[in-house]
């Protein structure tokens, strides 16, 4: 519940108190929390997931249980309309309380209702849920919109086309990979959409296509199954061949990232957000490159973070022995190091 600089602050002091005789405990959210520097959620914590891995075996089964033990009068319909149940289980991409949510979406459960609800929730209100962030971090509005534009009228389509498109027994996807060099903000826009539900964070380091390396994200499967006008249809079809070696790829340099070549620096600029300002301010002796790619920035004039995130990768061209890959690097060093200070 802290501001995002109280959150760093707390970070910092989880990190300093660890021992072998104190246990400390957060709550975090994927995409909206603020680790600050010397935090490093991987290495300095051990991470635990409320969600349910829906490729475990009797996931369903699970689920179904979970939902009996909130409402014991659901057991005769679910019994009765099972697949329907299956596929709002799947569709919640293993997040109880969006499954509980759906299930009691009409007081009557049956296939229509399952319907209903797979085209309210994953057409309409997850996305406004997501889209409603902006009010609450408008320094991330950029990102947000985007990220929205980006899973509704490119992922979405894809997947849905491929898995069209494929063989009778061919398997199914509802996975996208994005490259590691792609723009820092990309990367920072779908950590926001894991926060809304509408994407998992998966495997770091996963080749793709001509052994390029990147990120595997799982996209929620009801935002997927909603696209069909027979949501159960689909979604059983879906379910029963989803297969994690199948997913569309977004390479580094994708048409769809040029939206988010330049955060808006006016904005960032004429801030009033004193951290933010202060962070645009500092040398970059902060920032994480390489020290060759430092005295490059140097060279170029280039002294604080916030000179440096205002420049194009052209730009960085200019000095000697700085190819695409180095530009990528350093301006990507210089939006992540921003990133967290957007909302104050």
Known sequence: MFIPQQQRQFFTLMRDLRSPFLSIKAAVYPGATAFGESFQPTHDATLLTVDRNITADGYAATMRELVLRQDRTLERPINQYGEAFDVLAYAATGNPRILLKTVSHDTTFNRRSAQEAIREYYREEIWREHSSLAERYPGHRELIDWGRRFIESRVLPDLYS??????????????LWIHRDAPQAVREALRLLCYSGILQEGVSGIRATRSEVGTRYMVNLGCQIAIDSEP????????????????????????????????????????????????????????????????????????????????????FMRAHYVGSVRARQMRNAAVAAVLEYLSG
Do not use: C, W
């Open 232 to 315: 159960v249809n689909y979604g059983t079809t879906l379910r029963r061949a989803l297969s994690i070696r199948r997913m569309v790829e977004y390479g580094a340099n994708h048409s769809s990232y040029r939206d988010l070549d330049h955060l808006s620096m006016d904005k960032l600029e004429n801030t009033d957000n004193h951290a933010l300002g202060a962070r645009l301010n500092a040398p970059v002796s902060l920032l994480d490159v390489t020290p060759f790619q430092r005295q490059k920035l140097r060279e170029l004039g280039l002294d604080t973070i916030g000179k440096v995130l205002g420049s194009s990768e052209r730009t």
């Open 162 to 175: 491929r898995n069209q498109k494929r063989s009778d027994g061919g398997e199914t996807s509802s996975y």
